[in-house]
């Protein structure tokens, strides 16, 4: 312990030499304003969202396409190249019936986020998401779905434009 007081000298303070007024104390509230910049790629898809579109971004090297859309392939780190809209229809890779919130709270009907793999996109990409107009027990790894939009006044510019995606009406040949 004396090795480390003299590696580190200073002075120990004591609870009573705040309370005495021996020790000099400033308290304020810090007026702390930021941006926050999304970047050309992320930017560029929160705008759309807002207009109601889904898009990305290709790889001319190895031709993969990107959801989040980024400047830069990671697989062959080429930059990107292309923009693509996609038609915003996917499938269910995986998902998971919630019956708690973040905080633990009970819910009286269970959320059921879930990653979409979206039509257009490479494989092994996929955006989170919720479902909705679903009930958990009819929810399935496949179960093909599209996004719903809130209305164009209400959207911001952020991934909850999309209020959350609902199953695709299957049709019988």
Known sequence: MSEHISVYPGTPLKERDFAE??????????????????????????????????????CPQCRRVLVPPRMV???CFCPTSDWVYLPGTGAVK????????????????????????????????????????VSPEAVRIGLRVEPVFRPAGERTGAITDIRYFRPIAEVNP
């Open 21 to 58: 007024g021996k020790v000099l104390c400033e308290w304020w509230v810090p007026r702390a304003e930021y941006a926050w910049d999304a970047g050309v790629a992320i930017g560029r898809f929160l705008r759309e969202l807002r207009a109601g579109r889904l898009i990305a971004r290709r």
């Open 73 to 75: 392939c990671e697989h």
């Open 94 to 133: 995986t998902f998971s019936i919630c019956y708690v919130t973040w905080d633990m709270q009970p819910l009286e009907e269970p959320i059921i986020p879930a990653v979409i793999a979206l039509d257009g996109a490479s494989p092994g990409g996929g955006i989170m998401h919720l479902l909705g107009e």
